[in-house]
C-alpha cells in the first residue's frame, strides 16, 4: 500500500523493500494508540512529499512485526532508521521527533546540492486559530479543553510532547477523581485524549522558530506560521541550577534532575539528593526503592517538606541528612560524577561525599526564554497576571507554573487553564 509517498510493508517484503533496495530509505516503526507517532506521521508525510521521489519512504507496524523490530533493536514507537544501499547508516530517530532532525538524517542519504535545491522546494505557508496555547502541560491541555468544547478553533503548540513535568512525574497521589495514585505519564495522557476529543489540534515535539506576541504569530519548524485572536502562554517551568562548577558538565553522566527517569540506574548504589522541599523528599523516598543508600544535603537546620514526607524520610534508616550544608562541586573520575564537594555553611569547612550519582531539587524557574517582550514580572521572573490570567500584553493570557501564585500544583494549574480559556472566550464573544 501506497500514500503520500510512503510504503508500507511487513517483515516478509523487508529484505526487497530496505535491503537491496539502491540509494536511500527511511523506516518509520510506528505503533496504535501512540501519541509520539501521531505526532510524528504529519512530518513523515510531508517529507516523503519533498524527498519522496530522490529516497524511499517506508512504514512498518511494529506490533505486528515485533520479531523483526527486535532483530534491529528497536523497542519503542516511533522509531525511525536510515540506509542506504542496504545498509544502516547507524543513525536512530525515537520518541518525539523533530522535523528538523529527521530532515537532517535525510539529508545524509542524499548528495548535499540534491538535498539543497530539494529543500527549496518547501513551501511555508499560514494557518489562523481562534485561540494559540503554548505549552501542552496540565494548564494548557485544560485551556484546549475549555476553548475547544466553546468551539473555538484552538490549537496547542509544545517543543515536547504533551504532559510537561507531570509525565515525568512517578505518581500523582492528590489529583481529584483517582483513589489510587496514578502514574504522571497516564494522567498527562488522559489530559491529552480528552483535548484532542474536544477538537483541539496539536503541534508537538516541534521546533518553535520564532514568536511574536504583539502580532500573535509563532513559526513552528521554519516553515508554518500560526496566527491567533488570543494565546495563552503555559510553558511551565524547569528545574532549578545549583550553577556550580562540574553541574553543566555532568549532566546525564550522574547529575539528574528526575528521579523517574534516572533512579532505576542506581540499584543498590548510594546518591546524593541537593534540596530539603517537599519535591527534593518526596523524590528521595521514590529513590530509596532502588538504591542503596541516600545522602540528603539541604541548607537549613530542618527540612521544608510537608510533614507526613519529611515525617517518612527521618524514619527511613537508609536515608541520611547533612543539613546546614550546601554543594559547592561536581566531581567525576573515569566520565561519570562520583564526588560530591560540600560546605558547611556553620563552620565554612569543605567535605567530599562519595557517591555514585546525584539528584538536583531546589525548586523551579519559570521557561520564559521563547518570548524577547517585556512582561510585569515579580521579584523572582514569574509573569504577573489578572483574575482573568491576563498579561500586560494585550490579548496574551498565561496559565500554571509560570505566573505569580503562591502554590504550583497540578490543580492549580488545571484552574489557571480553566480561567484563561474561559476569559479568552468571552473577549472572543464580546469582539464578535
Given at each position: 500500500m501506497?500514500?503520500?509517498n510512503?510504503?508500507?510493508?511487513?517483515h516478509?517484503?523487508w529484505?526487497?523493500?530496505?535491503?537491496?533496495?539502491?540509494g536511500?530509505?527511511?523506516?518509520d516503526f510506528y505503533?496504535?494508540?501512540?501519541p509520539?507517532c501521531?505526532a510524528?506521521?504529519?512530518k513523515?508525510e510531508?517529507?516523503a512529499?519533498?524527498?519522496?521521489?530522490?529516497?524511499?519512504?517506508?512504514?512498518?507496524?511494529?506490533?505486528e512485526n515485533?520479531d523483526?523490530?527486535?532483530?534491529?533493536?528497536?523497542?519503542?514507537?516511533p522509531?525511525?532508521?536510515f540506509?542506504?544501499?542496504g545498509?544502516h547508516t547507524?543513525?536512530?530517530?525515537?520518541?518525539?521527533i523533530?522535523?528538523?532532525d529527521l530532515e537532517r538524517?535525510?539529508?545524509?542519504?542524499l548528495p548535499?546540492e540534491?538535498a539543497q535545491q530539494?529543500k527549496?522546494?518547501?513551501?511555508p505557508f499560514?494557518?489562523?486559530y481562534d485561540?494559540?496555547?503554548?505549552?501542552?502541560?496540565?494548564?494548557?491541555?485544560?485551556?484546549?479543553?475549555y476553548?475547544a468544547?466553546?468551539?473555538?478553533?484552538t490549537?496547542?503548540v509544545?517543543?515536547?510532547?504533551?504532559?510537561?513535568?507531570?509525565?515525568i512525574?512517578?505518581?500523582?497521589?492528590?489529583?481529584?477523581?483517582?483513589?489510587?495514585?496514578?502514574p504522571?505519564?497516564?494522567?498527562?495522557h488522559?489530559?491529552?485524549?480528552?483535548a484532542?476529543?474536544?477538537?483541539?489540534?496539536?503541534?508537538?515535539?516541534?521546533d518553535?522558530?520564532?514568536?511574536?506576541?504583539h502580532?500573535?504569530?509563532?513559526?513552528?519548524?521554519?516553515i508554518?506560521?500560526?496566527l491567533?485572536?488570543k494565546?495563552?502562554?503555559?510553558?511551565?517551568?524547569?528545574?532549578?541550577?545549583?550553577?556550580?562548577?562540574?553541574?553543566?558538565?555532568y549532566?546525564?553522566?550522574g547529575?539528574?534532575y528526575?528521579?523517574?527517569?534516572d533512579a532505576k540506574y542506581?540499584?543498590g548504589?548510594?546518591?546524593?539528593?541537593i534540596?530539603?522541599?517537599?519535591?527534593?523528599?518526596?523524590?528521595?523516598?521514590?529513590?530509596?526503592?532502588?538504591?542503596g543508600?541516600?545522602?540528603?544535603?539541604h541548607q537549613?537546620?530542618?527540612?521544608q517538606?510537608n510533614k507526613?514526607?519529611?515525617?517518612k524520610a527521618l524514619?527511613?534508616?537508609?536515608?541520611?541528612?547533612?543539613?546546614?550544608?550546601?554543594?559547592?562541586?561536581f566531581?567525576a573520575?573515569g566520565?561519570?560524577v562520583?564526588r560530591?564537594?560540600v560546605?558547611?555553611?556553620?563552620?565554612?569547612?569543605r567535605?567530599?561525599i562519595?557517591c555514585d550519582?546525584?539528584?538536583?531539587?531546589?525548586g523551579?524557574?519559570?521557561?520564559?526564554s521563547?518570548?524577547?517582550?517585556?512582561?510585569?514580572?515579580?521579584q523572582w521572573?514569574y509573569i504577573?497576571?489578572?483574575?482573568?490570567?491576563r498579561?500586560?500584553?494585550p490579548?496574551?493570557?498565561?496559565?500554571?507554573?509560570?505566573?505569580?501564585?503562591q502554590?504550583?500544583?497540578i490543580?492549580?494549574?488545571?484552574?489557571?487553564?480553566t480561567?484563561?480559556a474561559?476569559?479568552?472566550?468571552?473577549?472572543?464573544?464580546?469582539?464578535?
Amino acid at each position: 500500500m501506497s500514500e503520500h509517498n510512503i510504503s508500507y510493508i511487513n517483515h516478509e517484503e523487508w529484505e526487497k523493500e530496505v535491503l537491496r533496495a539502491k540509494g536511500g530509505v527511511v523506516v518509520d516503526f510506528y505503533s496504535s494508540e501512540c501519541p509520539p507517532c501521531e505526532a510524528l506521521a504529519s512530518k513523515y508525510e510531508s517529507l516523503a512529499g519533498i524527498y519522496g521521489n530522490d529516497v524511499k519512504f517506508i512504514k512498518v507496524f511494529r506490533q505486528e512485526n515485533r520479531d523483526l523490530a527486535e532483530s534491529l533493536g528497536v523497542k519503542g514507537s516511533p522509531t525511525v532508521l536510515f540506509y542506504k544501499d542496504g545498509a544502516h547508516t547507524g543513525d536512530t530517530l525515537s520518541g518525539g521527533i523533530r522535523r528538523a532532525d529527521l530532515e537532517r538524517n535525510i539529508h545524509a542519504l542524499l548528495p548535499e546540492e540534491r538535498a539543497q535545491q530539494l529543500k527549496a522546494q518547501e513551501k511555508p505557508f499560514t494557518s489562523e486559530y481562534d485561540v494559540m496555547i503554548i505549552g501542552a502541560g496540565p494548564a494548557g491541555m485544560t485551556a484546549a479543553i475549555y476553548a475547544a468544547q466553546a468551539k473555538l478553533k484552538t490549537v496547542l503548540v509544545d517543543r515536547g510532547m504533551p504532559g510537561g513535568n507531570v509525565s515525568i512525574t512517578h505518581q500523582v497521589s492528590n489529583y481529584p477523581g483517582f483513589v489510587a495514585p496514578q502514574p504522571g505519564y497516564m494522567l498527562s495522557h488522559y489530559m491529552s485524549e480528552q483535548a484532542r476529543e474536544a477538537g483541539a489540534h496539536f503541534r508537538q515535539a516541534v521546533d518553535i522558530t520564532s514568536v511574536d506576541l504583539h502580532k500573535k504569530a509563532l513559526v513552528v519548524d521554519g516553515i508554518e506560521t500560526i496566527l491567533a485572536k488570543k494565546i495563552i502562554l503555559a510553558t511551565g517551568s524547569s528545574p532549578r541550577p545549583l550553577n556550580i562548577p562540574g553541574e553543566v558538565e555532568y549532566k546525564g553522566k550522574g547529575v539528574s534532575y528526575c528521579a523517574t527517569c534516572d533512579a532505576k540506574y542506581y540499584e543498590g548504589k548510594h546518591v546524593v539528593v541537593i534540596g530539603g522541599g517537599n519535591s527534593a523528599i518526596e523524590e528521595a523516598l521514590f529513590i530509596d526503592k532502588f538504591t542503596g543508600k541516600i545522602t540528603v544535603v539541604h541548607q537549613f537546620d530542618q527540612l521544608q517538606a510537608n510533614k507526613t514526607s519529611a515525617e517518612k524520610a527521618l524514619a527511613n534508616p537508609n536515608i541520611q541528612f547533612m543539613f546546614s550544608h550546601e554543594p559547592r562541586a561536581f566531581i567525576a573520575e573515569g566520565g561519570t560524577v562520583n564526588r560530591v564537594e560540600v560546605e558547611d555553611l556553620k563552620t565554612g569547612e569543605r567535605k567530599f561525599i562519595e557517591c555514585d550519582g546525584v539528584f538536583v531539587f531546589i525548586g523551579m524557574e519559570p521557561n520564559l526564554s521563547l518570548f524577547s517582550e517585556s512582561f510585569e514580572k515579580d521579584q523572582w521572573g514569574y509573569i504577573v497576571v489578572d483574575d482573568s490570567m491576563r498579561t500586560s500584553i494585550p490579548d496574551v493570557f498565561a496559565a500554571g507554573d509560570i505566573i505569580h501564585k503562591q502554590y504550583r500544583q497540578i490543580t492549580t494549574a488545571v484552574a489557571d487553564g480553566t480561567i484563561a480559556a474561559m476569559a479568552a472566550a468571552k473577549d472572543l464573544e464580546a469582539q464578535a
